[in-house]
Each structure stands twice: as C-alpha cells, then as structure tokens.
C-alpha cells in the first residue's frame, strides 16, 4: 500500500466566496490536500452536485432554480480554487440537465478549461430521472464533448421524504437515487444512441453491478399497449449499455467492489471516496483498493490508471502501465 498512488474522482470543496452550510472540511481545501497526500492520493476532482446550492433535502427545490449567471458564477469560483491548487485539484462544471440552451452552451465553453475534468449532474432533477426525454439535449452535448459525467445522487432523491433520518437519505435514498436514475439512462437508449458517452456513477454505482440480467428480463417482457408510459424500444439488451457506466469507490466495502470488477471489469472502475466531506473513510477506501484481491496492474487501474486516462491527468512515474 505504501508505494500506491491514487486519483481520486469523487471530492468536494467549497469555493471561497460562496455561502454554504455542510462540514468544516468542505472550506479546508489545504487541510484536505495534505491529509489525502500522506495517503498517496495526488489529485482530486471536486465538484458541487448542486451548484451555489444546498445538499439539504429541505428546499432542494430551489437548486433547479439557479439561473444560467447563477450557475456560471459557481463554476468560476470552483475554477479559482484550482488555480490555488493546481498541482493537486481539478473540478467538474456543474450544469443542470434540464436548465436549457444558455446553461448547456456554458458547460461546452468550460470544458475546454484545464481547470474543467468534466461535468457533474444529479441522477434525478427535483424527482425526474434523466431518463426522462427532457434530458436529450444534454446527453447530445455530453457525447460531443466526450468529458467524464460525474453522475451524482442529488440532495433530495426520489423518496427521500419516506425517510425521517438525514443519515438515511445520505447513505441510502442517494444510493438508490444512481442505481434507479442510471438504469433509466440505459433504459432511454441514451447510450444507445450516443456512443460517446462517458458515464460516472457515484455511490460506488449503488447497487448497478446487479442490474444488468434484472434489465434484460424487464426489456424482454411485453408492454402493455395502453400503457400510460411508453418504454423505449431498445436495439440490444440493456445489460449491453450498463456494461459501459463507469463506477466509484465511494461505497468503501470490499464486497462491492467486488461486484462491480466482475461486473464492469478493473477497466471501468475509478477511486472516488466522496472526501470532502466524508474524510473518515479516506483510510477505510485506501486499504480496500491496495488490499483487493487483484492483479497488481487491476489494481493499478482503479487507484489511478483509469482515471488518468479519462481525465486527462498524469499517472505517476513509477506506476505507468505498459499495455
């Protein structure tokens, strides 16, 4: 483990300049910065699910309703962090897949940023999948610019006021929240569609490692003729197209894991920890990877390897994989 180095695609902070509620270390980039390097992590890409938003469940409406000048304002700030950590962060432009014309015009001018990784979006938009055809105009744009979508629970998912816990709706609604939200993309023909597509779930892809016989049973199944809803008439069976998601690590237990290198393969999974805010488990998901059962070179391309391919970010010399 002590000569491992990681690329961590799933971070946050809070831009200096911005109000915000949530964890000290959220507003601690230096303190966060030194912590994830005495474990080998050199990069981070942060990035803000919900924009100058709030992740409370409480009024999360009002995220939705941040204009394209509102939007475009965070994203400057974010970028301003990089500038004071460049040797150590990047960050997603966060962009609201329904917001419109002026909002998806800003995403392509800022991915050609160095500052910019790729894009981060909620998995659901004030309870609508992005399965949803109001989602089309974006996930055109995302396979043009051929960026990482960070796919990220929102701070209200689907059912979330089921529960009276916001632990509950933190570590379960939100998982959820992917594992139905990214089947709804597969299940749109979204990658279908567009083959260039580079899909990032969060929550260690929730429970997306075993979706994918369950969606083909459901594809297979007949549609009711009056259906109120029409299912989307797919050209192959839409494990296929879950097979292409990319998944984190923020779900830091080795048995999902597991699951999700059996099911995407080490090729397909990035080290993510959700740290900022969740810096108690950085130790926790840095053992897991170095101590999997894997190849070394496996393991080599969760801790960084895929992400610097993605991202566009150096692997460290003396871990650079031959093919």
Excluded at 206 to 235: Q, T, Y
Aim: glycine residues 10%; contains cysteine; proline residues 9%.
């Amino acid at each position: 483990m002590d000569t491992m180095t990681f690329i961590d695609v799933h971070g946050h902070l809070s831009p200096p300049g911005e109000r915000g509620g949530g964890p000290p270390a959220l507003r601690d980039p230096a303190a966060a910065i030194e912590r994830k390097r005495a474990l080998g992590i050199r990069y981070t890409v942060i990035g803000s699910p919900v924009g100058a938003g709030s992740m409370l469940p409480t009024g999360a409406a009002d995220n939705y309703r941040q204009s394209a000048d509102q939007v475009k304002a965070h994203n400057e700030l974010m970028a301003r962090l990089v500038d004071s950590y460049p040797e150590a962060l990047r960050t997603y432009a966060y962009v609201d897949p329904f917001g419109g014309d002026a909002m998806l015009a800003q995403a392509r001018d800022l991915v050609a940023d160095w500052r910019f990784a790729g894009l981060v979006v909620n998995t659901s938009i004030d309870g609508e999948y992005l399965g949803s055809p109001r989602a089309a105009d974006f996930f055109a744009l995302a396979d043009e610019l051929r960026v990482p979508v960070l796919l990220h629970p929102p701070a209200a998912p689907v059912g979330s006021g089921s529960f009276t816990d916001l632990a509950m709706v933190e570590h379960l609604a939100r998982f959820n929240d992917v594992t139905a939200g990214v089947a709804s993309i597969v299940c749109a023909g979204w990658l279908e569609r567009y083959p260039d597509l580079v899909l990032v779930a969060a929550a260690g892809g929730g429970g997306l490692a075993l979706l994918g016989e369950k969606l083909d049973v459901m594809a297979a199944s007949p549609r009711p003729p009056h259906a109120e809803i029409k299912r989307p008439a797919l050209r192959r069976p839409p494990s296929e197209s879950l097979a292409r998601i990319y998944v984190d690590t923020s779900n830091p237990t080795p048995a999902a894991l597991a699951a999700n290198v059996t099911a995407f393969g080490a090729g397909h999974v990035l080290f993510g920890t959700d740290a900022p805010p969740l810096m108690d488990v950085l130790d926790r998901t840095v053992r897991m990877v170095a101590g999997a059962g894997l190849p070394p070179a496996d393991r080599e391309l969760i801790a960084e390897g895929n992400a610097a391919a993605l991202y566009g970010l150096p692997v460290a010399p003396a871990h650079q994989l031959t093919s």
